[in-house]
Every structure is written in structure tokens, then in C-alpha cells.
């Protein structure tokens, strides 16, 4: 137990972890939140493995000397399939990782007929065929791993809607599929649900990973004796995250896009560790 409320960090390589820091705030809105994103080093998904390894492990290091924290949340799914051995022998802090939702597809797939979006990088790496091979042996299961989602995720929060049109043509290997359920196998991707479920309107089921996340992120508060400070909102209003910091330039209008979703932010740092701006709050 500390003097501070409990306190989670939340990393990505772009803005796609935001997803899954307001599921974690949905569960937990007794929690503070520190999100930090390499968007210098944006798409994550080109890079060498170890390159990735090392540009995540010093950011998250250097971040937890700024602001303790008592969980660390790799909300990218190429980071959390490459970084996790080495970040959790480099920190003393309980480490939840981000794995593409395919065993809760399947379950409630009625048609059996699933659709698995993610990055190029993603749909290619070994562990999916794992994930589809002990969880989905029944399902046929329609990878898409189409370049444009992500970008289209990031420019979102700087004011830039996705083009419907483009979405929807995007989206055909899954409609003439004839997917009822589809995984959203990036942290990006739930932020362009509202376009995803124009293109797709007869899928029954968006699939999502933010939520087992957060109830993981629960578990280790449990453990640590904080999870009923971790539960009880805060009685003043102000910032759920108390700073998000950029490797690469902060988006313009991060704080009112953060306040929209529900996580009001306090301070917004780009080029971090650099200078620091206000935030929303």
C-alpha cells in the first residue's frame, strides 16, 4: 500500500492503448492512469524485434521513475508479443500484456465464421495460429490485416474522421465471409467501431480485448490488498490520466478527444521525456 491512489501505466506505440485505458477507468475508476506512447518509433510492426524490445523497455523504465506505478499494461499486441519476458525481468512491477481475443470469439460466434482484424504484422505471427489452432479449430477464421486501419485510428484523434467509403471497401473479405463476429485484434481498432459497424452492419459481435485487460489489471490490484481503493471514484472531478507522455509529437487535440472518451487527461507531454504542455483539465 502507498500514500497515492493506485496508480496503472498504460504503453502503446500509438494512441490505440486509449481504448483500453477507458476500459481499465470503466472497471477501476478508483485508479489513476499514466499513459505513454512511443509514436516516435510508430508502426511498431516493421521494426527488428529487438529494436522494439529495447525502445519499450527504456521508455517504460524511464516513465515509472517519473511516476510510480503499480501495473504496467503493454496495450500493443507486436510489443506484447516480442517485449514481456524481457520487461518483466527488467521491472519490479506486475506486467498485463495484450493478446488478440479469438478464444471469446469463438465463443459466441454463432455461424462459426470469424473475422480477425489486425496489422499486416500482426495476422502473420506464429502465435495467432496457436490462438486460432487451440481456441477456434472449428471456426474458419478471416485474417485482415489491412495497412490503413491504424493510421486511420491515429489521424482520428488529431480531427480527421476515416472516410466511410474507404472503410467499407476495406472491410469486403469480411462481408462476402459472411463473418457474424469479428475480434478487433489491435488496441487501435475500437476507436473506429463507429465506421466498422456501418461497413459490417450484420456482425453480431465485436470482440475487443480492453475489458480482459482491465479485469486482469483488477486481479493484481486484488492481490496487492488495493482493489477496493482501485474500485471507489474519486469524490472530486479532474484527470483520470494525470499525464500523457509522446516520444514523437503530442496529437493537437488529444485532451478533448481524451475528455470525450471519458479519461480526461492532466498534462500532455511530446517529445518525451521533454516539454510538457496543459492538458484538458
Known amino acids: 500500500m502507498t500514500d497515492r491512489s493506485p496508480r496503472v501505466l498504460v504503453f502503446d506505440s500509438g494512441v490505440g492503448g486509449l481504448s483500453v485505458a477507458a476500459c481499465i477507468h470503466q472497471i477501476l475508476p478508483g485508479a489513476e492512469l499514466v499513459y505513454l506512447a512511443d509514436n516516435a518509433g510508430f508502426p511498431y510492426g516493421d521494426k527488428p524485434e529487438q529494436v522494439v524490445i529495447e525502445r519499450c523497455c527504456t521508455l517504460i523504465r524511464q516513465c515509472l521513475a517519473r511516476f510510480p506505478c503499480d501495473v504496467v499494461v503493454v496495450a500493443c499486441n507486436t510489443a506484447s508479443t516480442v517485449v514481456l519476458p524481457e520487461l518483466r525481468a527488467a521491472i519490479a512491477v506486475p506486467v498485463v500484456g495484450v493478446v488478440p481475443a479469438v478464444k471469446p470469439a469463438a465463443a459466441c ?4 465464421r470469424i473475422g480477425l482484424l489486425a496489422t499486416p504484422a500482426t495476422v502473420k505471427r506464429p502465435y495467432l495460429d496457436d490462438l486460432i489452432q487451440e481456441f477456434a479449430r472449428d471456426c474458419e477464421v478471416v485474417r485482415l490485416g489491412h495497412p ?3 493510421r486511420w485510428a491515429e489521424e482520428l484523434v488529431g480531427g480527421s474522421a476515416p472516410n466511410q467509403v474507404e472503410v467499407d471497401e476495406a472491410m469486403v473479405p469480411l462481408r462476402e465471409a459472411g463473418v457474424d463476429t469479428v475480434v478487433l485484434g ?18 453480431m459481435h465485436w470482440v475487443e480485448s480492453g475489458e480482459a485487460i482491465a479485469r486482469r489489471v483488477a486481479w493484481w490490484f486484488e492481490q496487492a490488498g488495493d482493489l477496493p481503493c482501485a474500485q471507489t471514484p474519486p469524490n472530486h472531478s479532474g484527470a483520470v490520466v494525470i499525464s500523457a507522455c509522446f516520444s514523437g509529437d503530442a496529437p493537437d487535440d488529444l485532451g478533448p478527444f481524451m475528455s470525450e472518451m ?4 492532466g498534462l500532455v507531454a511530446g517529445h518525451w521525456p521533454g516539454v510538457t504542455v496543459t492538458g484538458s483539465v
Open 109 to 112: 460466434s454463432t455461424n462459426r
Open 148 to 150: 490503413a486501419l491504424v
Open 186 to 203: 489491435c488496441t487501435h481498432y475500437p476507436l473506429l467501431l463507429p465506421w466498422l459497424r456501418k461497413a459490417l452492419p450484420e456482425v
Open 262 to 265: 471519458g479519461i480526461p487527461v
